[in-house]
């Protein structure tokens, strides 16, 4: 090694001690006869010392030629700083140095590398290596690095095997579309990169192996969104001979591993909610649960008292902001522009404050007394002081609208708060989900995803109402993982494809391996697969996953480090036997 410690290991402890460091020069502060280096590494920073009159004429006069970022071998003695610094681990000390060399010369960096830096984010993405020296994105990385390795060690002390499933496939259905690679062997012919290893994990389950998972990159086509990577990792899980309690319980367990080992916390209860349920309560099928909030719903206060708009709906639902009655009327108004956005769709929002002397003030008092309105706050067990916001509508649209004016809101009251955790498991999701465009059924999931036993009989009269066995683990109202029990015979796998549109041939020509592996003894088998980068930013309380990845695409799907996607040549094109039109 050329250096005997790292830059963040010397304490008072080590003062006398002779030493060789090495790293990148931070900061260099000259005070005419007093010279001051900041040395940084990867494990922090260490001050290097040297006096005019002390030190060597000729080493100040090497320092004094380095810039920031120089790579620097230096040799000295540790000593106790004059003046210490309770932030830094190694601010009792100091190395005074006694021989320096210049391992290599740096450009002045296009930003700071500090931990608040004046780069912004292109500047940043295009010297991502700079940006990585930084600590917080170290520190990102690092945090994703210790998620990996106990997510193998729990899955490993439950007897899970890793595998590798290919990246040349061809298309897996996940809802998007495919990244394809040309073939050179076979011209005119394209493999598809996996949206996930779906269908080789459930190969592997009628292969025997009973407990698959796999740290793995996918890959879809998307269009745009922001915080959205087109090449993403999944911690990827299927289990044999389970029922989906077993799988909702494995997983869980792996949660709670990863919030003890990683953040040291205790993951308090996660519970069940099915898919119906969320959408009744919280509008949501990723409901944020670290504040309360529920939907109450009112139709029964609020019809037949003359308001139109109420007596019209199919439903009238609202919140209770706890403690919000003294919102203003401007802050009022802000919530009613919030609703009525057309991403919200809301055509009004109708308050009702509880004063806290006991009366009430709301937006619909010509049509609603005092004891009308008492009515709608007991459905809410509300308090003097509280406000009761709600919305009236078309029942799908109406729960969608309120469930993002109740994050709007808890938003505003810190609810939100990135320290707290709550999870929960949404199951029974519907099977299938109408697109009104294609004026089809897709599947909700994927089509592997099997229907309740109870439900099948449903499939041919009332298709939208058909349950799955699937299920996604939500944290602080982010969908982190999803999953289901699987189809595992051929009859069934047959049914589904043609209920989401395929022919018997389309079918058997892009899943017929499947469906033939169905009949080589297929067990029951059901899976889960985690967005592991989104998992990665949670831990790390960021909004965004991209410091999480150690070199990210932009917002377009680039590479702007090493500018990719990019055109080939003219003889590359040709020799894949692909023609670039006019
Ligand atoms: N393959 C699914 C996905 O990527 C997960 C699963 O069903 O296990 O969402």
Redesign the pocket.
Known sequence: MLRTHTCGELRINNVNKKVLLTGWVQRLRDKGSLLWIDLRDRYGITQLFLEEGKSDASLLQIARTLGREFVVKVEGTVAERISKNDKLPTGEIEVKVTSLEILNTSKVPPFTIEDETDGGDDLRMKYRYLDLRRNPVRESLQLRHKMAQQTRAYLDGLNFIEVETPVLIKSTP?GARDFVVPSRMNPGEFYALPQ?P?TFKQLLMVSGFDRYYQIVK?FRDEDLRADRQPEFT?I?CEMAFVTQEDILSTFEGLIRHLFKTVKGIELKEVPHISYADAMKQYGSDKPDTRFEMKFEELNEVAKGKGFMVFDDAQLVVGICAKGCAGYTRKQLDELTEFVKKPQIGAKGLVYIRCETNGTYKSSVDKFFDEIELARFAQKFNAEPGDLILILAGEKDKTRKALGELRLHVAGQLGLRDKNKFAALWVRDFPLLEWDEELKKWNAM??PFTSPKPEDIQLLETNPGDVRANAYDMVLNGTEIG???IRIHDRATQQLMFSKLGFTDEEAKKQFGFLMDAFEYGAPPHG???FGFDRLCSLFGGADSIRDFIAFPKNNAGRDVMIDSPSTISEAQLKELGIKMRE
């Open positions: 996940e996930s779906q996918c999944q990827d999931h994927h999803g999953g289901s899976g889960i697969a």
